[in-house]
C-alpha cells in the first residue's frame, strides 16, 4: 500500500514520466552511434578493400612507356663530293653543322661543306667546317652534297622510314631521296614517278660516282630506257628531272615491269649534264 502510494507520489511530482523520457533518449542515442560506427566500419572496409593490393579483383597497374625501336646506319663517304640523304628518321632534328661536325668526328676530316641544292633557279645553302655558311635543318626525302677531304664512314641512329615523304618536284632538275625505295631499280623508280603523276616523257635520274655520271632516262616509246639500270642507295641524294612540276610519293609495288625494259645508249643531249656539284 505504501509503495503504491510512493508511486503515485512520485508520478505527481513529474519524476516517473522524466525517467521514462531519459531512458527513451538513452535508446535512441544508443541506436544512433551504433548505426553511424556500422557505417564507419563499411566505409574504411570499402576504402582498405580499394587501397589493398590484396583486395579480389583486378589490380590495374600503369604499363611502361614504349620505346621507339631505333636502327644505325653506315654512311660511306669517298674524298670528294657525295650525294647523300637521311636513311632515318632522326629522333631530334639534325642540322648541317651536325652532320659537318659528325663527318669531321668520324673521319677527321679538315675541310668539310654540306650543300643543300634547292634547285636550278635558287641559291644552294652550304655549311663549312670552319664555320662559315649558313646552318640549316634537314628533311626526310631530300638530297644533299657532302663535300670532305678525307674518306670515311658518317653513322647515323633513327627511327626507320616506313612512310614515304611528299616529294615537290621542279621543272628541271632535283636533288631529292628515295628512303623507302628498298632494292628498288632507277629504272622501277622512274615507271613510278611517271605513273603517280602527269609527268612528260622523258623523265630521267643520276648520280655521281666520284669520276662521272650514271643516268638513267625513262623514253617516250612505251617501256624503253637509255643509260644505266643502277639499285637505289637509301642512303644517297639522286638528281632527278622532270619537264614539268609535280608531286611524287613512292608506293613501289613490285620491282620490275610485266614487261622486261628495254635499254639503250643514253644521248647526253636527252637529260642534259646534271647540276655542277663541286660546290
Do not use: C
Not at 13 to 34: D, K, N, R, T, W
Not at 47 to 74: C, D, E, H, M, Q
Not at 87 to 110: E, F, K, M, W, Y
Not at 175 to 203: G, R
Request: proline share 6%; no cysteine.
Amino acid at each position: 500500500m505504501r509503495r503504491i502510494q510512493r508511486s503515485a507520489y512520485l508520478n505527481e511530482q513529474g519524476v516517473i514520466p522524466l525517467l521514462v523520457l531519459v531512458s527513451v533518449v538513452g535508446v535512441l542515442l544508443f541506436l544512433a552511434i551504433s548505426t553511424t560506427f556500422s557505417f564507419q566500419n563499411n566505409l574504411f572496409a570499402q576504402l582498405y578493400k580499394k587501397s589493398t593490393p590484396f583486395a579480389s579483383g583486378p589490380v590495374i597497374t600503369p604499363s611502361p612507356t614504349a620505346r621507339p625501336v631505333l636502327v644505325t646506319v653506315n654512311i660511306p663517304l669517298q674524298a670528294g663530293t657525295n650525294q647523300f640523304a637521311l636513311p632515318v628518321l632522326p629522333v631530334v632534328t639534325l642540322d648541317a653543322r651536325a652532320i659537318v661536325n659528325g663527318v669531321v668526328s668520324s673521319t677527321h676530316a679538315t675541310d668539310v661543306t654540306l650543300t643543300k641544292w634547292a634547285g636550278q633557279a635558287s641559291q644552294p645553302l652550304s655549311y663549312k667546317s670552319n664555320g662559315q655558311g649558313t646552318d640549316f635543318d634537314l628533311e626526310v626525302g631530300a638530297g644533299y652534297l657532302i663535300k670532305t677531304n678525307v674518306a670515311g664512314v658518317l653513322t647515323l641512329t633513327g627511327r626507320a622510314i616506313t612512310q614515304a615523304p611528299a616529294l615537290h618536284l621542279v621543272a628541271g632538275w632535283n636533288l631529292v631521296a628515295f628512303p623507302t625505295a628498298v632494292a628498288q631499280t632507277s629504272q622501277a623508280v622512274l615507271d613510278n614517278i611517271f605513273s603517280s603523276h602527269n609527268f612528260s616523257l622523258p623523265i630521267g635520274i643520276a648520280y655521281w660516282n666520284g669520276s662521272t655520271w650514271v643516268a638513267t632516262a625513262k623514253l617516250t616509246t612505251p617501256n624503253s630506257f637509255a643509260g644505266a639500270n643502277f639499285t637505289i642507295d637509301t642512303r644517297k641524294g639522286y638528281f632527278v628531272k622532270v619537264a614539268n612540276a609535280g608531286i611524287y610519293t613512292a608506293s613501289f609495288t613490285t620491282n620490275n615491269s610485266a614487261q622486261a625494259p628495254v635499254f639503250s645508249q643514253l644521248d647526253q643531249s636527252l637529260l642534259g649534264t646534271p647540276p655542277s656539284i663541286n660546290q
